[in-house]
T-cell receptor, first 116, second 114 residues
Framework: KQEVTQIPAALSVPEGENLVLNCSFTDSAIYNLQWFRQDPGKGLTSLLL?????REQTSGRLNASLDKSSGRSTLYIAASQPGDSATYLC???????????????FGQGTILTVHP | DAGVTQSPTHLIKTRGQQVTLRCSPKSGHDTVSWYQQALGQGPQFIFQYYEEEERQRGNFPDRFSGHQFPNYSSELNVNALLLGDSALYLC???WGTGINQPQHFGDGTRLSIL
């Protein structure tokens, strides 16, 4: 059974700092990994999707890396801003059973607060 | 370009009642997935619909059922509501069931059980 863990559970940083969010998964037989952002009371906004054959993806100040063999991904946020405050979730699709082709398995998220 | 829309936004029910939640996928999408997100937790996969059939199901009881219509919109039905069913219910859509098709999420329906 695929399990996803995110560390830390919460993070508070001053504006302008670079930061790293961590995600680990137990079954390395994934198709892809996706990072999402969730604002309070809202749905999920997709930030980056990394396919299993890729090592990283970049979008603006965001960079996500994937080490499939070790079951780890990191989301790097450069020059953080108060508007980056949100919950960040990582999700993987796939497992060794090959049956979860449509299902995303999520971590519990990291609550990020960037203060001015 | 309309994104994923869900209705209603909020809903209050009592134990034992039944509820129906609705989802319209993003324009051009034909696959709909439903997730349950309890407070402080990550979303949990309920099921996925494609071509009006349930294609995959998570670890949820039969009280949770769904339907997809010819226009690709979908409903989630929950019978015999329990207090533990209180959660944010999220709908996600994608084009096809391809493994690398990103899922786009709606803002969810907040269901409270009294």
């Amino acid at each position: 059974k695929q399990e996803v863990t995110q560390i830390p559970a919460a993070l508070s940083v001053p504006e302008g700092e670079n930061l790293v969010l961590n995600c680990s998964f137990t079954d390395s037989a994934i198709y892809n990994l996706q990072w999402f952002r969730q604002d309070p009371g809202k749905g999920l906004t997709s930030l980056l999707l990394i396919q299993s054959s890729q090592r990283e993806q970049t979008s603006g100040r965001l960079n996500a890396s994937l080490d499939k063999s070790s079951g780890r991904s990191t989301l790097y946020i450069a020059a953080s801003q108060p508007g980056d405050s949100a919950t960040y979730l990582c999700a993987v699709k796939g497992d060794a059973g090959g049956t979860s082709y449509g299902k995303l398995t999520f971590g519990q998220g990291t609550i990020l607060t960037v203060h001015p | 370009d309309a994104g994923v829309t869900q209705s209603p936004t909020h809903l209050i029910k009592t134990r034992g009642q039944q509820v129906t939640l609705r989802c319209s996928p993003k324009s051009g999408h034909d696959t709909v997935s439903w997730y349950q997100q309890a407070l402080g937790q990550g979303p949990q996969f309920i099921f996925q619909y494609y071509e009006e059939e349930e294609r995959q199901r998570g670890n949820f009881p039969d009280r949770f059922s769904g339907h997809q219509f010819p226009n690709y919109s979908s409903e989630l039905n929950v019978n015999a509501l329990l207090l533990g069913d209180s959660a944010l219910y999220l709908c996600a859509s994608s084009w096809g069931t391809g493994i690398n098709q990103p899922q786009h999420f709606g803002d969810g329906t907040r269901l409270s059980i009294l």
